[in-house]
């Protein structure tokens, strides 16, 4: 049944989905699986297999659901063949809560003990017969002694059981959750006496929208200013009707759905209270917790999703690659931290340096890192983007000039968790002995030369590319942030002679136990000469091994293979290749003609499909291929250091330092971000920034607004764009009744960014980058 599910889902034959289960099951990564056994899969790639391996454990946990929950009515003697059949065939844990809920146990309700008092048959009867004069019937139910005094108790009772049953129907509520996902509001207001504690949350304090169209980042902006009292929101199931005295819509679903209906029969004001309480004190609550906590689930998915986004554009960024690199990390006061390190990440030598207030020794600052870079040969100088950061860079760039013949290249980075990182357990491990301050000056340089052998030593919610991550699911968050970090590392492949312990420890097959047994045994023995030396790690099985190795790369080993992603167990397949082209593996390798003449079915074999050919063949041609892109800087405009100095109309180049749902954060290098909303990005229209945008991205743009003292910044990359002041009286949130904006026209840049600023989001990530 589950095989079936997820071939429907993914559109695959489910001869694929169930070899990739199989091979889950076994053990094996989603990288590997990937990579290696496309013949079993049939060429499933890596995220049709995340996306297997998420909804495998989504309807596994259904499945287990579903047994829990046969059994539990089972043992209550309630199991029809009906039921059954409608639990076997519910595809959603909501549906199958829904069935279950008559049969949940839980405390005694006031329905309950109705029952147990004996109204039961009071209810069925008023329930089935309108014409029945209810005061006449209850009055055969007043019993003192099981608790009914008179007939008004009775009746009381009798409704409770009626409006339990009703707010227990499966079939009812799916009517009502369908109605109300497609017509109700959210609608937000201001806490009592919170105008000026909630500022921040100003957007949404009347502020109605539609359930279905509000994006991730305003859901959780409310249910942020909900948790914190500052803002109550509500469901409004029926935004159109302003008098109270009216019923519910979702009455009239519940009437229609029981066939009741009011036509001057004596049990017709029974009936209709009943459906009254059933909506307003059961189904409306009920409802209102559910299609909430769905709301604030897809929020957080999809803020997930963005920060997961995000940070796989961040750590596949392009890398300055092996060269002498020279980080600083900023400061005022405390002073410029230096590191400099090696080709291959080693520390040479660290140093601080003071020319900024109050010390100003700018003079003997720059003479300090012109002979670092004249002793240690630096190639590159790599600048945090924190406080200080643009003084930090005139300071370089007034060196560069005074000292020509240095031919160094400065850069500027995002030094997010580079404090985090110094401060952690891995740091003190790397760098034992060095001041922390020190260790992010390192991390700075480090990142430059390999953004990903880097960023990977920092917990990923510290590297702030994300979207409100505090307020979603931290163990989800963590479970997709750390599939993105495995999926890149795979991606490029790790060298297993330089690799860190927290780069290793992401590698297919390997964990935290086996990197450090990898890196102590390197550091014992020397470097891997070749693939096979791994096995003689401590705890390193043939398991591991067929996992891992593909992925880790040795350069200049015994075997030129060993610095290519072939697999060891497909090295019989390039020796049927040296066999029958006569040319030696040191010559076949990069012989991009020889190779391209090679038809890949010639040396297909039982165990090596065409798939495994092909890739072969195309790892040889470029063996150890890096997929990230050329390495390009950003060059922000000189004089362009602070806010105060942002202009109007200022054309700047900047990098994209993080991607939301509505828009894109860019540097310009004034230590605050600045927002480029989604309708400002392209002349068409888009539902997504990353159509047109990614984090380190370097693009243009221009100035549309500045807010100095809430330190905001409205850009444009849609360079003919005006500056438009922005309406007085224009409402800035949809009301009910309102009339849906085109989706295929965009909204003036400068109204829109506006509009975007003014939310939470951009005040926590302003907030953010601060720190």
């Known amino acids: 049944m589950i095989i079936k599910t997820l071939a429907e889902e993914l559109s695959v034959n489910p001869s694929q989905v169930e070899a990739a289960v199989a091979l889950l099951d076994e053990g094996a990564t989603v990288p590997f699986i990937a990579r290696y056994r496309k013949e079993a899969t049939q060429g499933l790639d890596d995220t049709q297999l995340r996306n297997l391996e998420q909804r495998l454990t989504y309807l596994r946990e259904l499945e287990d659901r579903r047994g829990v929950i046969l059994k539990s009515i089972e043992e209550q003697g309630k199991l029809s063949d009906e039921l059954k059949t409608q639990i076997l065939s519910a595809d959603s844990k909501t549906t199958l809560e829904d069935l279950y809920l008559p049969y949940k146990p839980r405390r005694r309700t006031k329905g309950q003990i109705a029952i147990e008092a004996g109204l039961e048959p009071l209810a069925n009867a008023l329930f089935n017969d309108p014409e029945l004069d209810p005061e006449a019937c209850a009055s055969d139910y007043i019993s003192a002694e099981k608790g009914v005094a008179d007939t008004k108790a009775a009746l009381e ?172 990390d900023p400061g005022l006061r405390t002073g410029v931290k230096v590191a400099v390190v090696d080709a291959t990440g080693k520390v040479l030598t660290t140093n601080t340096i003071f020319p900024h207030a109050p010390q100003n020794q700018w003079d003997k600052a720059m003479r300090t890192l012109a002979n670092l870079c004249q002793l240690h040969k630096v190639d590159l100088i790599s600048i945090g983007n924190g406080t200080g950061s643009r003084e930090t860079d005139k300071l370089v760039a007034d060196m560069m000039k005074a000292h020509p013949e240095l031919k160094v290249q400065k850069i500027m980075v995002s030094e997010a968790g580079a404090s985090v990182y110094s401060a952690s357990e891995l740091a003190s491990k790397e760098l034992p002995g060095m001041d922390v301050s020190l260790r992010g000056a390192v991390s700075i340089a480090r990142r430059l030369q390999d953004p990903l052998a880097e960023l990977v030593k920092i917990e990923p919610k510290a590297i702030g590319v994300g979207q409100y991550q505090h307020d979603v699911s931290q163990s989800q968050l963590g479970k997709s942030l750390d599939t993105v970090i495995e999926d890149c590392v795979n991606a490029v492949g790790v060298d297993l002679n330089t690799a860190s312990p927290a780069l290793l420890s992401y590698v297919s097959g390997l964990n935290k136990t086996l990197a450090h047994n990898i890196v102590q045994f390197r550091d014992a023995n020397g470097a891997f000469s070749d693939r096979k030396g791994l096995l003689k790690v401590e705890r390193l099985g043939p398991k591991a091994f067929e996992q891992a190795a593909g992925f880790l790369r040795i350069v200049n080993g015994t075997n030129p293979l060993d610095a290519s992603a072939v697999h060891p167990e497909a090295y019989p397949v390039v020796d049927t290749i040296v066999d029958r082209t006569q040319v030696a593996v040191n010559d076949l390798i990069g012989n991009s003609d020889l190779l391209r003449k090679l038809a890949p079915e010639d040396f297909t074999s039982d165990e090596f499909g065409v798939f495994t050919i092909k890739d072969i063949l195309k790892e040889l041609d470029k063996p150890g291929r890096d997929p990230r892109p050329e390495f390009k800087t950003a060059t922000f405009k000189e004089g362009v250091e602070t806010l105060a100095d942002l202009k109007v109309g200022m054309i700047l180049e900047g990098v994209v330092s993080n991607v939301a749902n509505f828009g894109a954060f860019v540097d310009v290098g004034v230590h605050q971000d600045g927002l480029v909303h989604i309708s400002a990005m392209t002349n068409k229209f888009i539902s997504d920034p990353r159509e047109v945008v990614k984090a380190g991205d370097i693009v243009k743009v221009k100035v549309l607004e500045v807010d100095v003292a809430r330190k905001r910044i409205s850009f444009t990359m849609r360079l003919d764009d005006t500056p438009a002041p922005a309406k007085p009286g224009t409402p800035r949130n949809a009301k009910p009744g309102n009339k849906a904006r085109s989706a295929g026209k965009a909204k003036p840049a400068a109204s829109s960014a506006n509009s975007a600023m003014g939310n939470a989001f951009a005040d926590a990530f302003a907030k953010a980058k601060q720190k």
């Open 157 to 328: 009772g009798a409704r409770y059981i009626l409006m339990e049953r009703f707010a227990e129907d499966a079939a009812l509520l799916a009517k009502i959750r369908r109605y109300l996902n497609e017509n109700a509001f959210v609608s937000s207001k201001v806490a009592p006496g919170k105008d000026q504690e909630a500022i921040k949350y100003k957007d949404y304090f009347d502020h109605q929208e539609k359930l279905k169209t509000v994006p991730s980042h305003r859901a959780l902006a409310m249910f942020r200013g909900r948790n914190e009292g500052m803002l109550h929101i509500q469901l409004l199931a029926d935004p159109n009707n302003e008098d109270p005295m009216q019923p519910s819509y979702c009455e009239h679903i519940i009437a229609e759905h029981y066939q009741i209906s009011h036509r001057n029969r004596p049990a017709d004001n029974f009936l209709k209270q009943v459906v009254q309480w059933a909506w307003k004190i059961k189904i409306a609550l009920h409802m209102e917790t559910e299609l909430f906590a769905t709301l604030r689930e897809q929020a957080e998915e999809e803020a997930i999703s963005v920060f997961a986004k995000n940070l796989n554009d961040l750590l596949m960024a392009a890398p300055a690659g092996a060269k002498t690199t020279m980080g600083l």
